[in-house]
């Protein structure tokens, strides 16, 4: 079985609050990823497939195919966006590095499976150099 991971970036701004807290306990929680005003990062996101090398290309998935799905699938959708309000698959939630980490695996894991023989492995985002979230699908 081979590893191949595809690194990908996007900028996108977020903010952590719960509606129904009062603005001093979001802060008292979130400290300044509460601002009013929102914040931003530039996200690296690292995408894992494992599988069986095929022999007769002599690699597991086209990483141009690869590439595609995770621009089509998740770059497109968050770059440049606020995670908040302009990301359908996190409405609702906490826009999170844990839980955006989560959703970005579900929504690249049907598109990558589809390829015989692929799997997705994990999703590793940095939100900043010294912050990650991994997560494998459990």
Same mark, same amino acid.
């Given at each position: 079985?081979?590893?191949?991971?595809?690194?990908?970036?996007?900028?996108?701004?977020?903010?952590?609050?719960?509606?129904?807290?009062?603005?001093?306990?979001?802060?008292?929680?979130?400290?300044?990823?509460?601002?009013?005003?929102?914040?931003?990062?530039?996200?690296?996101?690292?995408?894992?497939?494992?599988?069986?090398?095929?022999?007769?290309?002599?690699?597991?998935?086209?990483?141009?195919?690869?590439?595609?799905?995770?621009?089509?699938?998740?770059?497109?959708?968050?770059?440049?966006?606020?995670?908040?309000?302009? @990301?359908?698959?996190?409405?609702? *939630?906490?826009?999170? %590095? +844990?839980?955006?980490?989560? &959703?970005? $695996?579900?929504?690249?894991?049907?598109?990558?499976?589809?390829?015989?023989? @692929?799997?997705?492995?994990?999703? *590793?985002?940095?939100? %900043? +150099?010294?912050?990650?979230? &991994?997560? $494998?699908?459990?």
């Amino acid at each position: 079985m081979i590893h191949i991971t595809r690194k990908e970036h996007f900028n996108a701004a977020h903010r952590m609050y719960r509606e129904e807290w009062s603005a001093e306990k979001n802060f008292e929680v979130f400290g300044k990823c509460a601002n009013p005003n929102w914040h931003g990062h530039n996200y690296n996101l690292f995408v894992t497939v494992k599988g069986e090398v095929t022999h007769a290309t002599g690699y597991l998935i086209d990483l141009k195919e690869l590439k595609i799905i995770i621009n089509e699938y998740v770059i497109e959708k968050l770059d440049h966006k606020n995670i908040n309000k302009d @990301v359908d698959f996190m409405a609702g *939630k906490m826009a999170s %590095t +844990e839980l955006l980490c989560i &959703e970005i $695996f579900n929504q690249l894991k049907g598109p990558i499976e589809a390829y015989e023989g @692929v799997f997705l492995h994990s999703v *590793k985002l940095y939100e %900043t +150099e010294n912050n990650s979230a &991994e997560y $494998f699908g459990d």
